[in-house]
């Protein structure tokens, strides 16, 4: 079975960084589109940004809140998904979750909490 | 305020039929497929609706989507207290560049 592992959350100040993981494994990584998506305390889902597959350019999007500050990145070699997160705002707390899949994300990781706060 | 737009809240008794509804706009529901989501408290999201009416395997066929237009639904027949939850119509907005949610529908089984 699919499995998405993320790690890496923590509490860090504002304007601190952070770098997230999404260990992957039992699929074919290098050929996954990946995604980030957050959801704040008792808040709904927000998605975050993706990075494409390298056969399909490698490249990457995001949503115009983290634009500029988050870097989206893969290591195939590794299976991992990463995240960094640099000027991180007290408004970026929240889970986040990695995804993918085919027709829609049918895979999904349990999400690691991130709490921006001084 | 998410960029498309959902009811806060929807319910209903076991056995009934309820739909949740998810209105957008010409760039993201008028020319993209809508995605449905379905998260039980304190979990990951789990895929309940692709590409507008698929269902993937091992969701029920109580569970369908449809859409029309710049607006889409999702429907529940033979409501069960399991499926109170919280659900979430996704898509590709092509002005924005990215993925939008509906700001999520709390659905309670009375």
């Known amino acids: 079975e699919v499995q998405l592992v993320e790690s890496g959350g923590g509490l860090v100040k504002p304007g601190g960084s952070l770098r997230l993981s999404c260990a992957a494994s039992r699929f074919t990584f290098s050929n996954a589109w990946m995604n980030w998506v957050r959801q704040a305390p008792g808040k709904g889902l927000e998605w975050v940004g993706r990075i494409k597959s390298k056969t399909d350019g490698g490249t990457t999007d995001y949503a115009a809140p983290v634009k500029g500050r988050f870097t989206m990145s893969r290591d195939d070699s590794k299976n991992t998904l990463y995240l960094q997160m640099n000027s991180l705002k007290t408004e970026d707390t929240g889970v986040y979750y990695c995804?993918?899949?085919?027709?829609?994300?049918?895979?999904w990781g349990q999400g690691t909490l991130v709490t921006v706060s001084s | 305020q998410s960029v498309l737009t959902q009811p806060p809240s929807a319910s209903g008794t076991p056995g009934q039929r309820v739909t949740i509804s998810c209105s957008g706009s010409s760039s993201n529901i008028g020319t993209n497929y809508v995605y449905w989501y379905q998260q039980l408290p304190g979990t990951a999201p789990k895929l309940l609706i692709y590409?507008?009416?698929q269902r993937p395997s091992g969701v029920p066929d109580r569970f369908s989507g449809s859409k029309s237009g710049t607006s889409a639904s999702l429907a529940i027949s033979g409501l069960r207290s399991e499926d109170e939850a919280d659900y979430y119509c996704?898509?590709?907005?092509?002005?924005?560049?990215?993925?939008?949610f509906g700001g999520g529908t709390k659905l309670t089984v009375l």
């Open positions: 590409r507008n009416n």
């Open positions: 995804t993918t899949g085919s027709s829609g994300w049918g895979y």
């Open positions: 996704a898509t590709w907005d092509d002005s924005l560049s990215g993925v939008v």
